[in-house]
């Protein structure tokens, strides 16, 4: 099904990502120095999920905003100061929740062991324990060693982050930009089986898909009636609705099924009907066993991109500020 042999070899005979992606992330990396670091992020995230049923949903999508800009390297966790605007504050960012989740997840990681666990780490265990909670095992391998970065910038932001109004070729291209090919990119989509998008981010196929007032004559048209209940305009910034119409909260496949049926939210969703290859790809991931193991892959791929190691950038203390 995918040309995976290369990073496979890496984990599965290694135990580390290398040279075939990313830098030397692996399994475990904290044994000596922290070893109960993933069990307290583990602890923490579900202690939080259990309170608060959305944040599976927030933390994959800020690992995911995290790792295509800069590499998974903590930048969307930076605060913007006097003299710059972070990627937090950047537009596709305004949406995104739990940072200060982030923040008491490491707070409790440093009471154990100051100054050795990075927040990139700490954001990308936080996403998979927070999604795999329900499930009560893990989704998929983490692999760890990566450390922070100290650049955020908005307009990076905003240049590397796909859009929801993006079509099948941008998208294609956005991810090749991180190593990341076809596959990937319709797999990792399925992260859209949970959370939710705002108006602002799909109205315009409701109300003004040409410039002409018109409907996206592609979008299912019993569920484009039900999408105007909800926003009433164009304009409308602040509504939401979920993603997966039928289980927002649950992660599953079902967002494979939506999309058959022309119920993709955004643009960038329906586009992956409009290729022959992706279209075969949906129709794979329609088997729940499928989806499960091909998103395992691809978010090992995705949590390797661009990463610091070594020497290369800092532990920070706190999330939100570099040291």
């Not at 859209?192 to 109300?207: A, D, K, P, W």
């Not at 993603?243 to 099924?257: A, C, H, I, K």
């Not at 058959?260 to 022959?276: H, M």
Request: hydrophobic share 40%; glycine share 8%; net charge neutral.
């Amino acid at each position: 099904m995918r040309k995976q042999a290369l990073i496979l070899v890496c984990i599965v005979v290694f135990g580390v990502v290398g040279s075939c992606h990313g830098g030397s992330l692996k399994k475990g990396y904290y044994d000596n120095t922290c070893p109960d670091a993933e069990a307290i992020i583990k602890n923490a995230t579900e202690k939080r999920v259990a309170n608060d049923p959305t944040l599976p949903a927030r933390f994959l999508r800020m690992h995911f905003h995290d790792c295509f800009v800069r590499g998974c390297d903590g930048s969307v966790l930076l605060n913007s100061t006097t003299n710059n605007t972070a990627e937090k504050d950047a537009i596709p960012n305004l949406t995104l929740a739990g940072f200060d989740v982030i923040d008491d997840i490491k707070a409790e990681v440093e009471k154990e062991c100051p100054n050795v666990v990075s927040c990139a780490d700490v954001l990308a265990l936080a996403a998979r324990d927070a999604v795999s909670f329900k499930f009560q095992k893990a989704l998929w391998n983490v692999l760890t060693g990566r450390r922070d970065g100290t650049v955020s910038q908005a307009s990076e932001a905003l240049a590397n982050l796909p859009s929801p109004f993006s079509n099948f070729s941008t998208l294609v291209q956005k991810f090749a930009n991180k190593g990341l090919n076809v596959q990937d990119l319709v797999v990792l989509s399925g992260g859209h089986t949970i959370g939710v998008g705002h108006c602002n981010t799909f109205s315009n196929r409701l109300y003004n898909f040409t410039g002409n007032g018109d409907q996206d004559p592609s979008l299912n048209a019993t569920y484009a009636t039900f999408l105007k209940t909800q926003c009433k305009s164009l304009s409308d910034n602040t509504t939401f609705v979920a993603m997966d119409p039928s289980s927002g909260l649950t992660f599953d496949n079902n967002y494979y099924v939506t999309l058959k049926q022309n119920k993709g939210l955004f643009q960038s969703d329906a586009a992956l009907i409009t290729n022959e290859i992706s279209r075969i790809i949906v129709d794979e991931l329609l088997v729940s066993e499928v989806f499960f193991r091909e998103f395992a892959l691809s978010m090992v791929k995705m949590g390797a991109i661009g990463v610091l190691t070594g020497n290369e950038g800092e532990i920070r203390k706190k999330c939100s500020v570099v040291n």
